[in-house]
């Protein structure tokens, strides 16, 4: 089975400047996460999908950041403009549902870097 | 609201040297709790879910366990591959979805 996947792995960006995120689940997965990990830190829930729909973006900053997650598969992740503070990995995540028996696998992150 | 801390913050010990990680956690309603191991530069990998206190899971020399207020990680005769941040997380009835700890950093030196 493939696990989940990120692109890119490594990105630096000035501030102000755009960037997205790209994740493809495990094949099946109907929800999707999208968490960021700051240095040191446990991961943080920004978003979480169920197919297409949104379930709980309570923690996304939504003058800044954006996803979507187009026909219930892939989903991308954009920040713009990007601030010094969200210098982060940001980790995909997908399950087979919303069930507490039901793990979340990670993708490996994107590390994204902010000058 | 939901919190989870961790302790310790990092921990070192010898090669065989058991010991147990600590993860509290403040709930409205707790769903379920998830231990996870993350090595540098890789996402979270799926250790363990415990429902209910009481309950223990096992796995390999890793062995969890949960009451109404904490989970331990006891880790029995490590060896160096142990070597990994262990989070622990938990998923609440109502309000936040999935909450992380800060995890420990776990050295096992041969």
């Known amino acids: 089975e493939a696990g989940v996947a990120q692109s890119p792995r490594y990105k630096i960006i000035e501030k102000r400047q755009s960037v997205a995120f790209w994740c493809n689940p495990i094949s099946g997965h109907a929800t999707l996460y999208w968490y960021q990990q700051i240095l040191g830190q446990g991961p943080k829930l920004l978003i979480q999908f169920q197919n297409n729909g949104v379930v709980d973006d309570s923690q996304l900053p939504k003058d800044r950041f954006s996803a979507e997650r187009l026909k219930g598969v892939d989903s991308t992740l954009k920040i713009q403009p990007a601030k010094l503070e969200d210098s982060a990995v940001y980790l995909c995540?997908?399950?087979?549902?919303?069930?507490?028996?039901?793990?979340?696998?990670f993708g490996d992150g994107t590390r994204l870097s902010i000058l | 609201e939901d919190q989870v801390t961790q302790s310790p913050e990092a921990l070192r010990l010898q090669e065989g040297e058991s010991s147990s990680l600590n993860c509290s956690y403040t709930?409205?309603?707790?769903?379920?709790l998830f231990w996870y191991r993350q090595d540098p530069g890789k996402g979270p990998e799926f250790l363990f879910t415990l429902y209910s206190a009481g309950e223990e899971k096992e796995k390999e020399r890793l062995k969890a366990t949960l009451t109404k207020k904490e989970s331990f990680l006891h880790i029995t005769a490590p060896k160096p591959e142990d070597s990994a941040t262990y989070l622990c997380?938990?998923?609440?009835?109502?309000?936040?979805?999935?909450?992380f700890g800060p995890g420990t950093r776990l050295s096992v030196l041969p």
């Open positions: 709930v409205s309603g707790l769903r379920g």
């Open positions: 997380a938990v998923q609440a009835e109502y309000g936040q979805n999935f909450v």
């Open positions: 995540a997908s399950s087979l549902r919303d069930r507490p028996n039901q793990p979340q696998h």
